[in-house]
């Protein structure tokens, strides 16, 4: 303790804020963000306030709910006004279109000011129930809680499937290895958020990105529930989509593996020369072969075209990132400007000022 003061950065400062019990106490009650992106969940948000409401209530943390309106075009804006006029903890960040999910949750990190924070879905499929639970593991230490979803029932068998061959591929071809089944539903510590702030990078696979930076992280199961209301905003195509996004952000494979390709092919020619070689060597001058000629050129100029695909997805990917774009625009930002930048309690600011 002695050796605390010595070393305190405010050593010169008035005697009374160094020295104020209460407001050390205080200062001991974490900034939990809560951050929710949200596109058409007007039919959500009091339902999910409830649910999150009853499971924070008794925590020994205090909470912000950054709330990121994606460009929806229903009453959430409206609703979330409504409410933030009455709950202080409400910040409200409204883009200026929908920009996606990956985009929105970026949006809330960087505004968010919790010493951590928990990304969580409007519709309830993440239980809010999970909360004191991740809360708890990051007291013990962890800087990164997530949850991993126990079954999927929820989810179609499509889904599913589909879900895992993504998980399966990924990992082979990515050096980042992220958990299966885990969502962005998950606490990390502000460590951990300043880490994924200094990615600069326009295309923003969360899940990646979250992997990406490490730190120590535990894991928590939970059964993934079905939407509460409101309808899905995925579709197979966006998923696909999704999956790509992922792969090509954290793997290279897919460039490198045509020059293996290329040389498979090019043996099997070779193969194929030696013998028609042989062939009209030992047989004479024969020349059959429209089914073999139809049969190479189709699946080579199939390859080709697979091939130049997939560069394509790479130099699009890099078109964008060098036009250095934000991510996401705001529009405006409601609740940020009625706290000081730690969100001091008023006790701890009377208690400071009293020495
Ligand atoms: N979301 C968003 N922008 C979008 C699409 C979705 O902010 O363009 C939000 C949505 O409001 C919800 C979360 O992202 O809070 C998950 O969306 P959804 O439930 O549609 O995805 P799913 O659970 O089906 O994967
Ligand atoms: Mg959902």
Not at 26 to 32: A, F, S, T, V
Not at 193 to 200: A, C, F, L, Q, T
Not at 223 to 248: P, S
Request: net charge neutral.
């Amino acid at each position: 303790m002695t050796r605390d003061r010595a070393n305190d950065p405010q050593e010169g400062a008035p005697a009374g804020a160094r020295n104020a019990p209460r407001a050390a106490e205080l200062g001991e009650q974490k900034l939990i963000s809560i951050l929710v992106p949200m596109y058409n969940e007007e039919q959500m948000i009091d339902l999910f306030f409830d649910r999150i409401e009853s499971a924070i209530h008794g925590l020994d943390c205090r909470f912000e709910f950054v709330c990121v309106n994606d460009g929806s075009r229903d009453r959430t804006q409206e609703i979330l006004l409504n409410r933030a006029a009455q709950d202080a903890r409400l910040v409200i960040i409204n883009l200026t279109r929908n920009f996606g999910k990956e985009a929105a949750l970026t949006a809330a990190l960087d505004f968010a000011g919790g010493d951590a924070v928990i990304p969580i879905d409007a519709d309830l499929q993440d239980p809010p129930e999970l909360i004191p639970q991740f809360i708890a593991k990051w007291r013990e230490g962890y800087d990164v809680v997530y949850g991993v979803r126990r079954q999927r029932l929820a989810d179609t068998l499509g889904k599913r499937t589909t879900a895992s061959a993504f998980y399966g591929l990924f990992n082979r071809l990515s050096d980042v290895k992220i958990p299966a089944d885990a969502g962005d539903y998950r606490l990390m510590d502000r460590s951990v958020v300043e880490n994924i702030k200094r990615m600069p990078e326009r295309n923003r696979f969360m899940k990646g990105l979250f992997a990406w930076v490490g730190g120590r992280s535990t894991a928590v199961e939970f059964a993934r529930q079905t939407r509460a209301a409101g309808k899905t905003k995925w579709n197979y195509w966006r998923l696909w989509n999704f999956a790509l996004e992922g792969i090509t952000s954290f793997s290279a494979a897919p460039l490198k593996v045509w020059s293996y390709v290329g040389l498979g092919v090019a043996a099997i020619g070779c193969l194929f020369a030696a013998y028609l070689i042989l062939l009209v060597v030992v047989r004479g001058v024969d020349v059959p072969g429209y089914a073999s000629i139809m049969v190479a050129v189709l699946v080579l100029g199939g390859l080709q075209l697979l091939s130049l695909g997939l560069i394509g997805e790479y130099i699009g990917r890099v078109y964008m990132e060098t036009k250095q774009r934000p991510p996401y625009l705001v529009s405006d930002v409601i609740g940020l400007q009625r706290r000081s930048p730690r969100q001091r309690t008023p006790q701890a600011e009377d208690e400071a000022h009293e020495g």
